[in-house]
């Protein structure tokens, strides 16, 4: 069973960093484009970043220039780094992931979620 696992969240303040990992396990033949979304209280869930396999990577305007997603395919983590935090910047950070495993074939996976909170 595939599962996705993220940690690195917490609690900083305004201009911050913050690195996001998310840990794929079970028995996996392979990733496609991996990503990172994230919710706030009251608000529907958004894209963050993505990241293709050979390491395309696509941004939300309101992160770009802040944060950075890479991918080590060989440790089966993705990353998020995310710098110059602002408090809107808060929300739970979710990883997701198009994996392709036995019996299931090619699916999208989630992880539980992460919270981050940035203070001001």
């Known amino acids: 069973q595939v599962q996705l696992v993220e940690s690195g969240g917490g609690s900083v303040q305004a201009g911050e960093s913050l690195r996001l990992s998310c840990a794929a396990s079970?028995?996996?033949?392979?990733?496609?484009?991996m990503g990172w979304y994230r919710q706030a209280p009251g608000k529907q869930r958004e894209t963050v970043a993505s990241?293709?396999?050979?390491?395309?990577?696509n941004y939300a305007d309101s992160v770009k220039g802040r944060f950075t997603v890479s991918r080590d395919n060989a440790k089966n983590t993705l990353y998020l780094q995310m710098s110059s935090l602002k408090p809107e910047d808060t929300a739970v950070y979710y990883c997701?992931?198009?994996?392709?495993?036995?019996?299931?074939?090619?699916?999208?996976?989630w992880g539980q979620g992460t919270q981050v909170t940035v203070s001001s």
């Open positions: 997701n992931g198009n994996i392709a495993a036995p019996l299931t074939g090619w699916r999208q996976y």
């Open positions: 990241i293709t396999r050979g390491g395309g990577t």
């Open positions: 079970g028995n996996i033949f392979s990733f496609d484009t």
